[in-house]
């Protein structure tokens, strides 16, 4: 969410950097950057300023690297500071050059401070002043006399950030991920849809998810779509990570109540049992089974883990915005198959699991979707859970993980395949959230 600043928080985070730069000259008696975004109108900070920010971050650690220095002292929020062991004139050569070379650089402030306290001028090196954004006269002079009104600044500065919105598609695309993903605010969206970006989902006054493939979402249905069946079809979707007891329990239940079970492994990379061995685990675990139908979640079922969360004010609202999403593609993957039942397992401990099948159960009635909630398997009076089995896994307690896998996982931990895996699970320290 874009925050507007008002004159005071101006004024107060002004104060706030001068002080913090007497700190660090007191600290260090050595010259300072300081490095601020230079940004017309009254919202300082959104996703893609943020992303200019990291952008000039970026170049000044590649001039540092040229220049063989590192930093005394650096932190950055929303601006940057770097104490370093160099001439300040050297600096300022350099940060100059940064400001200079790109239309990107021309939001860029990056100020030079000796020991004393003073700035170095542009002046001192011969260098004529700061550029205007929009008529390339002295800048000084354009903004003592508003020459340009903030509307056409801002719609500037939009500009010259998006430019590095286009770059970074570019330099994906080099390193060979041709299938893109985004999120972005409701009224973004159609900055990206001129960008190629198409919708896969939205949540309403919320974001938007997009791909950057027109048939990228409808291809994925369509091919969903031929293992549709009729009668009664149910969905179970879960990241088995790995394949539990609890899980074959919750998938046995499921497909007991309904002709067909659609049940989908979260594909996404994200978790400490890669894909392939997880849907390996959980093939062989259903395989007694006959009318559970087994799919990869794609790359539209995402997990909470790489759900972004500088849009949403806090983790609730993370939690919300993630559960709606993931439920309007999944209301679409369910009109496809004819699903009327989605089934979880029920979820004693995560609270956010819990908050997210909270939600579910309130939006998938309203989509014609029932609900179910099974309750957990429990083993020595506990509840089954993965992370209980990780956590075993690392500890190399085979007793309980008897109690807590099925024969098909256990087997496969104790093959000599399993070794890389259980290795990363050793080297992983705290599995339980993972
Ligand atoms: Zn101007």
Not at 170 to 183: D, K, S, T, V
């Amino acid at each position: 969410m874009a925050a507007e600043v008002s004159l005071l928080d101006m004024l107060d985070a002004r104060e706030r950097r001068v002080h913090h730069q007497q700190e660090l000259l007191k600290r260090y008696h050595k010259p300072l950057i300081c490095f601020t975004m230079n940004i017309a109108g009254p919202i300082k900070d959104s996703p893609l300023i943020r992303r200019g920010f990291a952008r000039g971050q970026q170049l000044l650690r590649q001039q540092f690297f040229r220049a063989k220095l590192s930093p005394l002292h650096t932190d950055a929020h929303c601006e940057a500071f770097y104490v370093l062991d160099a001439d300040p004139m050297a600096i300022k050569k350099f940060t100059t050059d940064i400001e200079d070379a790109t239309p990107l650089g021309r939001l860029f402030d990056m100020d030079v401070l000796r020991p004393d306290g003073t700035k170095v001028d542009r002046e001192e090196l011969s260098l004529s002043g700061r550029r205007c954004l929009i008529c390339g006269g002295p800048a000084k002079v354009c903004s003592s006399r508003r020459i340009h009104t903030v509307a056409e600044l801002q719609a500037k500065t939009t500009e010259i950030l998006n430019q590095i919105i286009t770059h970074l598609i570019e330099i994906q695309c080099a390193r060979g991920n041709l299938h893109l993903f985004l999120y972005t605010k409701v009224k973004s969206s159609k900055f990206f849809g001129d960008l190629g970006f198409y919708e896969i989902a939205r949540v309403e006054d919320t974001l938007v998810f997009m791909e950057n493939r027109r048939d990228g979402f409808s291809s994925y249905l369509r091919n969903l779509e031929k293992t549709k069946t009729e009668g009664k079809s149910a969905a179970l979707v879960m990241n088995a990570n790995p394949f539990t007891l609890g899980h074959q329990y919750l998938v046995e239940k499921a497909a007991a109540a309904c002709d067909t079970l659609h049940l989908f492994v979260v594909s996404e990379d994200a978790s400490l049992v890669p894909f392939a061995v997880r849907k390996k685990l959980v093939a062989e675990g259903v395989k007694h089974l006959p009318n559970v139908v087994l799919h990869d979640s794609g790359p539209y079922i995402i997990s909470n883990a790489t759900f972004p969360s500088y849009f949403l004010k806090d983790e609730a609202a993370v939690i919300d915005g993630h559960a709606r999403l993931d439920l309007a593609v999944f209301t679409k993957i369910a009109k496809a198959l004819n699903i009327t039942a989605r089934y979880v397992g029920e979820e004693p401990t995560s609270q956010v699991t819990g908050l997210y099948n909270q939600i579910m159960c309130q939006q998938l009635p309203k989509a014609g979707i029932d609900c179910i909630v099974v309750p957990r398997k429990e083993a020595d009076g506990k509840a089954i859970s993965a992370s209980t089995v990780r956590q075993c896994l690392q500890t190399g307690d085979w007793d309980t993980l008897e109690t807590l896998l099925p024969q098909t996982s256990l087997a496969y931990f104790r093959s000599p395949e399993a070794a890389p895996v259980l290795e990363r699970i050793r080297k992983a320290g705290n599995v339980v959230h993972y």
